[in-house]
């Protein structure tokens, strides 16, 4: 069975149900029957926040490093380029996110016209 | 004397703590805590879809409109999609597969395999949000509203929100932030907005941006830093040998390492 299997309307949206919702949602589910049991100041809530985080942050560098659709074109050292110098912004101009965003933006804009 | 390191971590230590308090003041309500009633906690909450990050994640989208439009989803399905899903890495897996055509079953183990990052997220999420009377059933129901940017955002704010408060203060920010992006992508459908490949470019490099540095801004203490390094070096080491697991493999190493560093700094404190 595939999106094209069949032309009835209502299709598109129990595929989407089926295999978009249902294993998005059911981690959801499961991460509240988790939390539940760990209590606030405990070696695990800091062990699961780890994971998250770590999680985050892999998301970020797969969105710089590998990028879809349009940044895909774009050269890696730039993209590498414009991140770490909107993080040092970031971290050097005030620790304001918006002053990291506009600087790695500033760079990426640059890079591409130039 | 030991002075206490401030919240912020690593490159905060030496700046004087008035600087610290001053930023913080601006993220916190104003009005007194027990004067405001659920509805006001609520609408503070739904009044973050104008904040910067809020704005960045419909940028995000404007960009998924173009990406799902350019592979033949309608307009109502794609907008479903992510009221559904709520999950934007997931939305792209599932757009691929069906471009590739994948069986259903196929389709929801690739979702399911770039959706297990919400497990420790929303676990670590549960006792920010919870308060003293908060029902299981209203977690669950909440759970789906949280998603990177909405995560990034309570953890955050939900400290500075009196503990009874946080379910609906986040209800606020989740409900509103859901519609506002569905919204989003159904009006870039009907004005066809069609941009040139920069400003999608920029689009798309937004949310990293974004998310590098109010990430490291929501850290409260040093083992969140040790975390989110681990996990920006790990993850294309990983990706090079187990593409399929990259993000799996990055959350529990770096998960490890954060532990390991966790265990040394304790012990290096108590000798």
Redesign the interface.
Known sequence: ????SLTTWWW??L??????????????????L???R???DS?A???????????????????????????A??ALSL?LA??AA??CG???LG?R??V??LI??AI??AG??L | MMKRPPPGGLFLEGRSSWVYRLCMADSGPSLPVESRTKLSWFLSGAALTGSIPALILMTAHVGFAGFASENGLPMIQAAFMVAAIWALPANIVLIGAIAGDYSIVAAAIAVGLSSIRLMPMVAAFVPEIRGPNTRRISLLLLSHFIAITAWVIGMERLKNVPAEMRVVFFAGIGITLTTANTLVVALVYLLSASFPPLVFACLFFLTPMYFLASLWGSARDRSIHVAMVSGLILFPAIHAVAPAYDLLLTGAIGGLVTMAYVRWSKGRAAT
Not at chain 1, 49 to 61: C, M, W
């Open positions: 069975m595939t999106w094209h598109p949206y595929f989407i149900l089926l295999a978009g919702w249902l294993p998005t949602d059911i981690w959801r589910f499961l991460g509240v988790i939390g539940g760990v209590s606030e070696e809530l800091v062990a699961v926040r780890a994971v998250a985080t770590a999680l985050v942050a892999g998301v970020i560098a797969q969105l710089v490093l590998y990028p879809s659709g349009a940044l074109e774009s993209r414009a991140a909107g993080f970031y971290l050097y620790r996110v918006i990291g965003v790695g933006e990426l804009v591409l016209l």
